[in-house]
């Protein structure tokens, strides 16, 4: 018997006697907090998915990347990041300054990224593009220089997918997905990914078994099963968001529209020579003028659901300024030019003239 699809192995335990069973990458398969067969299944895929040669799966993006910090930073480390990102990620280490660990953020580009590298950095965390004005990093730029100072870079792919761009390629160290957005793609489970070359790192798979921060079986089988119409749901999500952009550019009630789609948009250049294909991503930002027109616009909405989050098939729409960034102080938000009007619009896979008009018509309550 061979089925089409990998089954769902839920049980918690495996036969062991004496020592346990070796599994093909040299980890023991006994007890479902350690490994898995379905979560085994799934990081192959993923693996192949990003063109690399190891991946561990974590039960949500935070699991993945809190738990590759902890593996890799230690006391009197010093790490530097963006100051635009996902914001419970810069949240992790700052709670390891406790612990003795740096942090310096930077403003999201090449130039002040590497600017901002001392001789005490050990590590660089960046997104390769940035949520929620989506800025692209030129994230080869940031690659030469860790390389030569031989710092280790994360780069998380979520919003980008490797469908756009694998920064692995590009000699970055370790990349991070969130699964629950493109990857599994549904807005139905949770899960994270970190994928690096080389060796296989026992010390992280340990930090993931004592963490208990792995993914369960069930939701390793939903984000497989996500994962095999990936292509068609970024292509399509792309596609709509281009149209959207070009939709929201020219409405009269729309102060500035931001996506690296537009041949206007800044970031325009960067992403036509990163990116594989000429598609740019389901996400778009515009900023409506204040919070009152953002709030009522998301009141408008008939079609797309408000709320955050991103990827799914579903578009949603989010108020940055109370979610994604509410703890970000305002002279920051001024800086990185998150305006309070500004709407954050995860495109779907409906039919876009249905979103257009969804969009038009809360335009016109706002
Ligand atoms: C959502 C997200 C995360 C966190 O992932 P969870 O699955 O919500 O824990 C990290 N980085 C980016 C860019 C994200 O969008």
Redesign the pocket.
Known sequence: MEPLHYPIYLTAVFKQIGDAYLTERGTELKYSREENPTVRNLEDKLAKLENAENALA????????STLFLSLLKAGDEIVMSME??G??IEVPKLLEKFGVRVRLAYPSAEKICETITSNTTLVFI?TMT?PTLKVIDVREVAKKCREEEITLIV?N??VTPILYRPLEDGVNFV??????YIAGHNDV???VILWNGKFLNDLWDWRRRLGTIIQPFDAWMVERGMRTLNVRFEKQSKNALAIAEFLQDHPKVRKVHYPGLPSDPYHGIARRLFRKDLYGGVVSFDLGSEKSALAFLRSLKKIFPSP???GVESLATYPVKSAVKNMEKETRDLLGITDGLIRLSVGIEEVDELIEDLDRALKGC
């Not at 991070?176 to 957005?181: A, G, Y």
């Open positions: 974590f039960n949500s993006g935070m699991g993945a990347i990102g996902y419970t990620t997104e949520n998380d979520t919003f991070v997905h969130s699964l629950t957005k949770t899960g994270g989050s991103l990827g």
